[in-house]
């Protein structure tokens, strides 16, 4: 159980950093944009619907992504406090209730909205060369299914959480391994960390 939770982990970090690239693509995009449009008085009209449709494929990748590095806000000021089984029991109770019919209804009208736009060939109507959106709309469905999949896999932890009394572990991303990485690249080990933190504990405890 626990391998398969990691895989579908491993998946959704997978596509969540191939999508992240968009954010690379989208600050080159914009900066050529006011380049063209200031330096040779040349704007393209698509550049607007495009940077929406690239900035709108980001953001909903993301989410599967995030949820399965457990990242997204909550209010969490009470439970924090909690034990670990009742932390579950609320996280449990609240995928039924809300989490998972909310994406199914996500996930099946983009997937009307995304048929519909590629039976008709759909383009944008913002600007007048409008650019074909019915390849974004198909991410849709796509991210909604990323969403409900790894929520499913949220919900498997929950219950191996109230059976063992403690959370499962999660399939690590860059910031464990760069924390990692570093300490290699600057020659410093764990216990000198250990002892810099402590002195840096102390000075404040001394200080209040």
């Given at each position: 159980?626990?391998?398969?939770?990691?895989?579908?982990?491993?998946?959704?970090?997978?596509?969540?950093?191939?999508?992240?690239?968009?954010?690379?693509?989208?600050?080159?995009?914009?900066?050529?944009?006011?380049?063209?449009?200031?330096?040779?008085?040349?704007?393209?009209?698509?550049?607007?619907?495009?940077?929406?449709?690239?900035?709108g494929?980001?953001?909903?990748?993301?989410?599967a992504?995030?949820?399965?590095?457990?990242?997204?806000?909550?209010?969490?000021?009470?439970?924090?406090?909690?034990?670990?089984?009742?932390?579950?029991?609320?996280?449990?109770?609240?995928?039924?209730?809300?989490?998972i019919?909310?994406?199914?209804?996500?996930?099946?009208?983009?997937?009307?909205?995304?048929?519909?736009?590629w039976?008709?060939?759909?383009?944008s109507?913002?600007?007048?060369?409008?650019?074909?959106?019915?390849?974004?709309?198909?991410?849709?469905?796509?991210?909604?299914?990323?969403?409900?999949?790894?929520?499913?896999?949220?919900?498997?932890?929950?219950?191996?959480?109230?059976?063992?009394?403690?959370?499962?572990?999660?399939e690590?991303?860059?910031?464990?391994?760069?924390?990692?990485?570093?300490?290699?690249?600057?020659?410093?080990?764990?216990?000198?960390?250990?002892?810099?933190?402590?002195?840096?504990?102390?000075?404040?405890?001394?200080?209040?």
């Amino acid at each position: 159980m626990q391998n398969t939770l990691l895989l579908i982990d491993k998946i959704n970090t997978w596509i969540g950093q191939l999508f992240a690239w968009c954010v690379l693509i989208l600050t080159l995009f914009v900066s050529y944009e006011v380049f063209s449009r200031y330096a040779f008085g040349e704007p393209h009209a698509w550049s607007f619907d495009f940077m929406n449709m690239l900035y709108g494929a980001l953001f909903m990748m993301a989410g599967a992504y995030t949820l399965s590095k457990n990242g997204h806000v909550r209010g969490d000021v009470l439970y924090g406090f909690f034990p670990p089984r009742l932390q579950a029991s609320l996280d449990l109770a609240l995928y039924i209730v809300f989490f998972i019919p909310g994406v199914v209804a996500m996930a099946w009208a983009g997937y009307q909205y995304a048929s519909e736009s590629w039976i008709i060939n759909e383009h944008s109507t913002i600007t007048a060369d409008g650019p074909p959106i019915y390849p974004f709309k198909a991410i849709i469905p796509f991210a909604g299914a990323c969403l409900l999949i790894q929520g499913f896999v949220e919900i498997a932890r929950c219950i191996i959480c109230l059976k063992q009394g403690d959370w499962p572990s999660r399939e690590q991303d860059v910031e464990e391994v760069d924390v990692d990485k570093l300490r290699d690249m600057v020659h410093v080990n764990a216990d000198e960390i250990e002892a810099l933190d402590k002195l840096i504990t102390d000075k404040k405890g001394s200080r209040s």
